[in-house]
C-alpha cells in the first residue's frame, strides 16, 4: 500500500489515480488546508472505489507513528507543504514549521515501521537562477524563497537520511510547472484566492471570475520577451510517480534525483495562444512589470528520467490548455467550497 501525503492536493490527486490505473493500493491523508474534501468523491466517481482516507495534519508525530502502525504502508509520496512562493516570504517560520517539521515526523514514522521508500515533492525551484539551459539534475543548486530553502533543505534531509541508512530508497522528484487537468474535468487545480501561476488565471479570465491577464515582465531575453516555463501535464507528471516508485521498489532500483519536465519551453504569450485556441476565449492581458525573483527562463533536461525510469511526458500544450479549460468550464467555482 502506497501512503500519499497531501492526498486530496491538484499533484496528489491525479497521483492517486494513476496509482490506481497501475494496480496499487493507496491510503492518503490531508488535513485540507489548501484542498477540499470534495476531492474523494470525485476519485470514487473515476476509480469506481471508495478511496481509504484519513484527515491528519502530517506534522503530527503520533497521528504519523498510529497511521503507520495500522496501515501496512510500503512506500511514500510525500506531497504535503505548503507552496506559495510569495507567502513563504511573508511567512518563513509557516513554511519551515509545515514543510520540515513534516517531513521529519513522517521519515521518523517511517524508521518506527520500517518503511524506507519515499518520493519526494521536489522543485525546479531549486535551481535558482538557471546557468545553463536546460537545467541537467546536476546545475547549482541556490534558492531564492523560503519556500525554494524548504525543498532543497527537505533533499538534504532526505540525501543525509539514505546515506546513515542504505536500506532507504529516496527519489527526489524536481516538478517544472505542472498544467492541465485529468481528461474527465472531474478532477484539476483549485487554487484559493488569487491564483499564483498562470494556468489557474487564465482560466479564470476565461471563465469570467477575472478582468484582465496579468503578464509579468515583456521585456525577458526570450522568443516575445514574456518568461518561458517547463509546462508539464498534470497526468503526465502523476505517470511520472508511478515510474519513480517502481524504479524504487524494484530489486534492482536505487534512490536517485529526476526533473520531471517536457524538456520545452513555452512562453507566456505562447500559452495564451494555444488557450485561446483550445477554448476559442479571448484572453485580454496587460504586460505589467517583472515579478520580483522570476527568471527569464527555466526548462529542464529531461533525460534522465527518461532513460532512467523509461518515463517521459507526452502531452502537449495543446491537450494541456483543453484539459485545463474543460475542468474550469464544468467547474467555475473549483470543488465549491
Ligand atoms: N504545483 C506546482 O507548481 C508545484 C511545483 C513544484 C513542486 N510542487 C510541490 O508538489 C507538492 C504538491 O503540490 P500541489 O500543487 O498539488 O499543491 P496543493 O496545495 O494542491 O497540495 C498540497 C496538499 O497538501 C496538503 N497539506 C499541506 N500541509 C499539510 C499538512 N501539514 N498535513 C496534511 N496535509 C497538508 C494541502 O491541504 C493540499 O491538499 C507540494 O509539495 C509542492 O510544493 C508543486
Known amino acids: 500500500m502506497i501512503l500519499l501525503t497531501g492526498a486530496t492536493g491538484y499533484i496528489a490527486s491525479h497521483t492517486w489515480l494513476a496509482l490506481w490505473a497501475a494496480g496499487y493500493?493507496?491510503?492518503?491523508?490531508?488535513?485540507?488546508?489548501?484542498?477540499?474534501?470534495?476531492?474523494?468523491?470525485?476519485?470514487?466517481?473515476?476509480?469506481?472505489?471508495?478511496?481509504?482516507?484519513?484527515?491528519?495534519?502530517?506534522?503530527?508525530s503520533a497521528a504519523m507513528l498510529s497511521l503507520f502502525?495500522?496501515?501496512?504502508?510500503?512506500?511514500?509520496?510525500?506531497?504535503?507543504?505548503?507552496?506559495?512562493?510569495?507567502?513563504?516570504?511573508?511567512?518563513?517560520?509557516?513554511?519551515?514549521?509545515?514543510?520540515?517539521?513534516?517531513?521529519?515526523?513522517?521519515?521518523?514514522?517511517m524508521n518506527a515501521s520500517g518503511c524506507k521508500?519515499?518520493?519526494?515533492?521536489?522543485?525546479?525551484t531549486v535551481y535558482g537562477t538557471p546557468e545553463q539551459?536546460?537545467?541537467?539534475?546536476?546545475a547549482s543548486l541556490a534558492t531564492t524563497s523560503p519556500y525554494g530553502a524548504t525543498k532543497l533543505i527537505g533533499e538534504n534531509i532526505l540525501a543525509d537520511i539514505a546515506r546513515a541508512d542504505p536500506a532507504w530508497r529516496v527519489a527526489l522528484l524536481r516538478?517544472?510547472?505542472?498544467?492541465?487537468?485529468?481528461?474527465?474535468?472531474?478532477?484539476?487545480?483549485?487554487?484559493?484566492g488569487t491564483p499564483n501561476n498562470l494556468m489557474p488565471y487564465v482560466t479564470q479570465v476565461a471563465v469570467g471570475k477575472r478582468e484582465r491577464l496579468q503578464v509579468f515582465g515583456g521585456d525577458y531575453e526570450t522568443v516575445d520577451g514574456t518568461g518561458v516555463r517547463d509546462y508539464?501535464?498534470?497526468?503526465?507528471?502523476?505517470?511520472?510517480?508511478?515510474?519513480?516508485?517502481?524504479?524504487?521498489?524494484?530489486?534492482?532500483?536505487?534512490?536517485?534525483?529526476?526533473?520531471?519536465?517536457?524538456g520545452r519551453g513555452h512562453s507566456v504569450l505562447e500559452l495564451v495562444r494555444a488557450f485561446e485556441r483550445a477554448s476559442s476565449c479571448h484572453i485580454p492581458y496587460d504586460i505589467v512589470a517583472r515579478?520580483?525573483?522570476?527568471?527569464?527562463?527555466c526548462y529542464a533536461d529531461a533525460s534522465r528520467a527518461r532513460d532512467l525510469l523509461g518515463w517521459q511526458?507526452?502531452?502537449?500544450?495543446?491537450?494541456m490548455c483543453a484539459d485545463s479549460w474543460r475542468w474550469q468550464r464544468s467547474n467555475p467555482h473549483g470543488y465549491g467550497d
Open 175 to 192: 516538478y517544472f510547472n505542472p498544467v492541465g487537468a485529468h481528461e474527465s474535468g472531474l478532477i484539476g487545480e483549485d487554487p484559493r
Open 69 to 109: 502502525k495500522r496501515h501496512p504502508i510500503s512506500a511514500v509520496v510525500h506531497f504535503a507543504a505548503f507552496k506559495a512562493v510569495g507567502e513563504s516570504s511573508a511567512k518563513p517560520l509557516a513554511y519551515y514549521r509545515n514543510n520540515i517539521g513534516g517531513l521529519v515526523s513522517v521519515a521518523e514514522a
Open 25 to 60: 493500493d493507496v491510503i492518503g491523508v490531508d488535513d485540507f488546508s489548501n484542498s477540499s474534501p470534495e476531492v474523494l468523491n470525485r476519485l470514487q466517481r473515476l476509480g469506481g472505489r471508495t478511496p481509504l482516507f484519513e484527515r491528519a495534519d502530517v506534522c503530527d
Open 313 to 319: 511526458a507526452t502531452r502537449g500544450i495543446d491537450a
Open 117 to 124: 521508500t519515499f518520493v519526494f515533492s521536489s522543485s525546479a
Open 133 to 138: 539551459l536546460p537545467i541537467p539534475e546536476s
Open 232 to 262: 508539464i501535464h498534470v497526468s503526465d507528471l502523476a505517470e511520472g510517480h508511478v515510474a519513480a516508485l517502481r524504479h524504487l521498489m524494484d530489486p534492482s532500483g536505487s534512490s536517485f534525483t529526476a526533473n520531471l519536465g517536457t
Open 291 to 297: 515579478r520580483t525573483g522570476d527568471v527569464a527562463a
